[in-house]
């Protein structure tokens, strides 16, 4: 059972490129999230999926752009890095069970460092 | 989704009950409480989760008041390796928000 896998784990780009953090589940589940972390602080979420072809803003959208065209990807690409956008970016997925509420399931993280 | 409250940060010591509060004031009808926690710069690990009643697991209890604006997370003997980052989230689906969380350190 792989679950939920991200790549790169580990990443150093420079200011001004474009860079793509891939995520990929195993589970079928219908949502998927894009969360980052900065260092000392807590989860700020960026952009998220309900399902295929549907996304949507979260807290902290600006310079990130997301899309999902297919159920288990949900790349999350930076089209210019700058480097406030160092941080660890973590996917989550969840599936919504009736009278059960959505367990979310994260990766191990990404981490980005913008030079 | 509605937001919560929680300590910035929490002390306990080592074998005792660790309960770590969460205010959730305006939280819907169909929302469930969950707690998740993030040790070190791991990804953050679902611990339990309720709409109304009390719930128990193997690793925490967690309790809700009455009329649903409050809820604590009981670790009933805590480790060392209970020391982590505590998130108080409120959902039911979609836009999942999650804060800053209580961090709580387990004392020898």
């Known amino acids: 059972d792989a679950g939920i896998t991200q790549s790169p784990r580990y990443k150093i780009t420079e200011t001004g490129r474009q860079v793509t953090l891939m995520c990929h589940q195993t589970?079928?589940?219908?949502?998927m999230f894009w969360y980052r972390q900065d260092l000392g602080h807590g989860l700020r979420l960026i952009y998220y999926?309900?399902?295929?072809?549907?996304?949507d803003k979260g807290e902290v959208p600006d310079g990130y752009v997301v899309s999902r065209s297919k159920t288990e990807n949900f790349p999350l690409t930076l089209e210019s890095a700058t480097r406030s956008q160092t941080s660890v970016y973590f996917c989550?997925?969840?599936?919504?069970?009736?009278?059960?509420?959505?367990?979310?399931?994260f990766g191990e993280g990404s981490w980005l460092t913008v030079v | 989704d509605a937001k919560t409250t929680q300590p910035t940060s929490m002390d306990c010591a080592e074998g005792r009950a660790a309960n770590l509060p969460c205010n959730h004031s305006?939280?819907?009808?169909?929302?469930?409480v969950y707690w998740y926690r993030q040790i070190h710069s791991q990804g953050p690990q679902y611990i339990i989760h309720?709409?109304?009643n009390n719930e128990t697991n193997e690793m925490a209890s967690l309790i809700i008041t009455e009329d649903r604006k409050s809820s604590t997370l009981i670790l009933p003997h805590a480790t060392l390796r209970d020391t982590a980052v505590y998130y108080c989230?409120?959902?039911?689906?979609?836009?999942?928000?999650f804060g800053d969380g209580t961090t709580l350190t387990v004392k020898p």
């Open positions: 989550a997925s969840s599936i919504l069970l009736p009278n059960s509420g959505n367990t979310i399931y």
């Open positions: 589970w079928s589940h219908s949502y």
């Open positions: 999926s309900a399902a295929a072809d549907i996304t």
């Open positions: 305006t939280i819907s009808g169909n929302e469930y």
């Open positions: 309720g709409l109304k």
């Open positions: 989230i409120v959902t039911n689906a979609g836009k999942s928000t």
